[in-house]
Nanobody
């Protein structure tokens, strides 16, 4: 059974940083593309960043230069380093896994975590 467990969310002031982690189990992690999505209250879930098995990455335009996605295949974990946080980054952040290559479409991802709340105060 596949499990994706996010951690690292919390409350931070604007301009601050957080590092999210997503620990995966029950799948051949190194063969999966991993992604982060987020959903703010009253809004649809949106793509944030993704990383292929080979380390290539893709970002939502508004987070480029502020967020960095990375992975540690030895630890079956994907990370999202978030710097220069803004109030509009406030959302529940979800980790997702997809066999083969990354896409920015949530419907393409097979497995999802339960989410972790990120709140950025102004």
């Amino acid at each position: 059974q596949v499990h994706l467990v996010e951690s690292g969310g919390g409350l931070v002031q604007a301009g601050g940083s957080l590092r999210l982690s997503c620990a995966a189990s029950g799948l051949p992690f190194s063969r999966y593309a991993m992604a982060w999505f987020r959903q703010a209250p009253g809004k649809e879930r949106e793509f944030v960043a993704a990383i292929n098995w080979n380390g290539s990455t893709y970002y939502k335009e508004s987070v480029k230069g502020r967020f960095t996605i990375s992975r540690d295949n030895a630890k079956n974990t994907v990370y999202l380093q978030m710097n220069s946080l803004k109030p509009e980054d406030t959302a529940v952040y979800y980790c997702a896994a997809r066999r083969t290559f990354l896409t920015p479409r949530d419907r393409d991802y097979e497995y999802w975590g339960q989410g972790t709340q990120v709140t950025v105060s102004s």
